[in-house]
């Protein structure tokens, strides 16, 4: 017999891109359904999992304002050097014990507004490095 996946709240969390925090706030408010396991753990269906996620990617209503993105290896940190050129820059941030530079076009960093000293995060994509401000 077919059983239909259960998820912890944990591994709903990381699905849905939040923290798990936020999961439990959710279904304590009523916004995903649970229930419980033989052992006491609260569990999401899977699909009202699945619905929720299509709901909430709908909607407009986000907790916080993290831009989307699949590049997994976020280094957030401090812009501590910005280089302009007539068409490239280089942006340098210490994020930690890390130094990161990143060459882009001088009209990225004026879109994103970039200035030394403001927070941004360095998201690392194979060879590509690509910067997000916070």
């Known amino acids: 017999m077919f059983r239909m996946q259960s998820y912890t709240i944990g591994q709903a969390a990381r699905l849905l891109g939040v923290s798990p925090d936020t999961a439990r706030r959710w279904a304590d408010a009523g916004r995903v359904a649970t ?21 909430l990617a709908r909607s407009d209503d986000t907790e916080d304002e ?8 976020a280094f957030p ?21 890390h130094r ?7 009209e990225a960093v004026e879109e994103l507004g970039l200035e ?19």
């Open 66 to 73: 993290t831009p989307r993105t699949s590049v997994r290896n």
């Open 116 to 134: 030394v000293g403001m927070e941004a995060t360095a998201r690392v994509k194979s060879t590509n490095v690509h910067i997000d401000r916070t």
């Open 35 to 55: 229930h419980r396991d033989e052992s006491g753990r609260r569990l999401v269906d899977g699909k009202a999992l699945a619905a929720f996620c299509v709901e």
């Open 100 to 106: 990161l530079v990143s060459l882009l076009t001088r």
């Open 77 to 97: 940190g401090i812009v501590t050097a910005i280089k302009l050129g007539d068409v490239a820059a280089q942006v340098e941030i210490q994020a930690g014990p």
